[in-house]
């Protein structure tokens, strides 16, 4: 069917990113760009599954015009994540999304109200093709190189990523990005 071929395709493309990822060839000489900017391009992105699942997106952003990140790597995690909080959200439910900048760097959390994750399959969630409770919840497609891409990519930039999830109250994703500016 089409719909595997699509899924198959994204997958082969996960793949290859991750590939390159793995041989740092791609150059840290990054653009820099506004990471509000960047969450509002990946909400738009996936605005049919959003409006789809009816789920309300609450975003709060201080000090955006500090929020500068490295536009490439930076676009990956936010992408991965939010496709993840939307992927694993129930229907009917919030999103929220904070930008602030501390003395620790950028702090942008992602925080949904979903499935959540099992306290045991934490440990495991950075792994290639791993899926927490996969067989469980067959009918949400991945592959479960998400969060590899998205540890991969916030090495790379020395981004630091927090994950902390209870199940069935959902997940929450804070990426702590270095300040640029």
């Known amino acids: 069917s ?6 198959m395709t ?4 996960q793949l290859l990113l991750l590939a390159r990822l793995d041989t740092n060839s791609i150059v840290q000489k990054d653009i820099l760009v506004s990471l509000p900017a960047l969450i509002d391009e990946s909400i738009t992105h996936f605005k049919k599954n959003i409006t789809r699942k009816n789920i309300k997106v609450d975003l709060t952003i201080n000090q955006a015009e500090q929020a500068l990140v490295p536009h490439f790597y930076s676009n990956l995690i936010i992408n991965n994540i939010l496709s993840n ?3 694993y959200s129930t229907n009917n439910s919030t999103i929220e999304i ?10 942008c959390s992602i925080k949904d109200e979903g499935i959540g994750i099992k306290e045991a399959d934490l440990d495991h969630i950075y792994e290639n ?5 996969s067989m469980k919840y067959k009918h949400i497609p991945g592959h479960g ?3 590899s891409i998205v540890k991969k990519c916030s090495e790379a930039i020395q981004a630091k ?3 902390s999830s ?3 109250a959902g997940t929450t994703v804070t990426i702590v990005f270095l300040s640029k500016s």
């Open 166 to 168: 209870t199940l069935n």
């Open 98 to 107: 904070s930008v602030d900048v501390n003395e620790a760097g950028i702090v």
């Open 145 to 147: 190189m998400g969060l």
């Open 10 to 13: 994204t997958m082969l493309e």
């Open 2 to 7: 089409i719909k595997e071929i699509k899924r």
């Open 129 to 133: 093709f791993f899926r927490s409770d």
């Open 85 to 87: 909080a939307i992927k």
């Open 161 to 163: 990523v927090n994950i």
